[in-house]
């Protein structure tokens, strides 16, 4: 599934080796559908598609709404391509958040830092502290004519289903315009965007990097956010998300041991230390304190 537009979907549909784009409607149950569902189709007399019903999923991109409950935002996902930049602001806890997503799902992690032709000492410095954690970091501009990081990212998107996410304005479909010329997907000044109060994309939409090659991967695309929480889980598995703690904290006395207040803990000797950011453990305490208000184990 393509992209879900509420009244219909767009869904790529591949019969002898030919791939076509096939609106289709949805009934009842069907409306859940995401972007990336495998879905089942028939074809009405008029010859638009009926979705009969989705597969099963094998990951789900998801967040809290605005009741706390769970919100599907993208499925069977392969990579998460978290993208942050120094405008419209850099977000450092915005992206623990994510990595803890991503990380609970799970699923394979990149993280872009974009518009490094603006980037400032201090956003680099908090970016440092992300590069000393295992993950493959990557630096772009798509202002700078030879797009700096652009083919680096696109190596690492082969024969994966990826999905750019962060923040509204970070630039996720100008990177997109990047990474495959001429599909000119809609990308907006940041004031224009911000005075209106609205985001540019505003649906998630799947696309192929290179048609002509099967293996070269598919990256969707998808709104930006302001705020952005792992769906409610019980704060008890929240450290899972973090890999600094998950790791250090292997060394814990308690083998439940949450890091909090708990003798000889292994994490809380770490952020003393250093080896721990302290940034990073109070984003931890934070998300903590959500899912204690957010989950309702029933
Ligand atoms: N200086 C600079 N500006 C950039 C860069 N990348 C994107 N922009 C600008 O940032 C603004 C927002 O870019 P978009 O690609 O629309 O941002 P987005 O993350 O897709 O935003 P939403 O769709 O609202 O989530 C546009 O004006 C882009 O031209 C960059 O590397 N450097
Ligand atoms: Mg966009
Ligand atoms: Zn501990």
Known sequence: MIANLRYHCLVEVTDNESTK??????????????????????????????????LERKNELARPNMRGRKEVLTANLDQLIIVAAVKPVFDPELIDRYLATAELMPTEIILVLNKMDLADDKTVRTWEEFKNLPYTC????????????????????????SVLVGQSGVGKSSIL??????????????????????????VASSYIINPEDS??????????????????????????????IRVYGEACKFRDCQHLREPHCAVKVAVDEGKISNRRYKSYRHLRDLMEKLYRPY
């Open 21 to 54: 784009i096939l609106r289709c409607t949805m009934r009842g149950k069907q409306k859940g559908i995401v972007c990336g569902d495998r879905v089942e189709l028939t074809i009405n007399e008029e010859g638009i598609g009926v979705i009969e019903s989705f």
């Open 138 to 161: 990557i630096e772009t501009s798509t202002a700078i004519a030879a797009h700096p990081g652009i083919e680096e990212l696109k190596s690492h998107l082969h024969n994966k289903i």
């Open 177 to 202: 315009n990047s990474l495959i010329p001429g599909q000119d997907i809609q990308t907006q000044e940041l004031s224009k965007a911000l005075n209106e109060g609205k985001h540019t994309t505003t």
């Open 215 to 244: 293996l070269s991967g598919r990256v969707i695309d998808s709104p930006g956010v302001r705020d952005f929480a792992p769906p409610p889980i019980p704060a008890d598995d929240v450290a899972q998300g973090f890999i600094d």
